[in-house]
């Protein structure tokens, strides 16, 4: 299993800035892909940013050239540095691992999520 905890939520005005951590339980070494996801009230939850393991790195079209993911593999943490925040990124955002075990059964894990709010 692996233990996600997700910080560095919090209020900003629109253009500002947030850095969001991902603590792993484990190495993330061990963990197929990591990503970040994102939640609003009534909406769907959709995918931010996505870190596969070794090296390849997503984003959706609506953060790209905004936001960046990046990862610290001596304190097993993954980052979403979130630059030129909008009104529409409001939400919450969750962390997922994905692990891939000999088996090739794929096990998803997910964090409690941490909320930005983004304001005018």
């Known amino acids: 299993q692996v233990q996600l905890v997700e910080s560095g939520g919090g209020l900003v005005q629109a253009g500002g800035s947030l850095r969001l951590s991902c603590a792993a339980s484990r190495s993330i070494l061990s963990i197929n892909v990591m990503g970040w996801y994102r939640q609003a009230p009534g909406k769907e939850r959709e995918l931010v940013a996505l870190?596969?393991?070794?090296?390849?790195?997503g984003y959706a079209d609506s953060v790209k050239g905004r936001f960046t993911i990046s990862r610290d593999d001596a304190s097993n943490t993954v980052y979403l540095q979130m630059n030129s925040l909008k009104l529409e990124d409001t939400a919450v955002y969750y962390c997922?691992?994905?692990?891939?075990?000999?088996?090739?059964?794929?096990?998803?894990?997910w964090g409690q999520g941490t909320q930005v709010t983004v304001s005018s």
């Open positions: 997922k691992a994905s692990v891939t075990r000999a088996t090739m059964t794929r096990y998803d894990y």
């Open positions: 870190m596969t393991n070794p090296g390849g790195i």
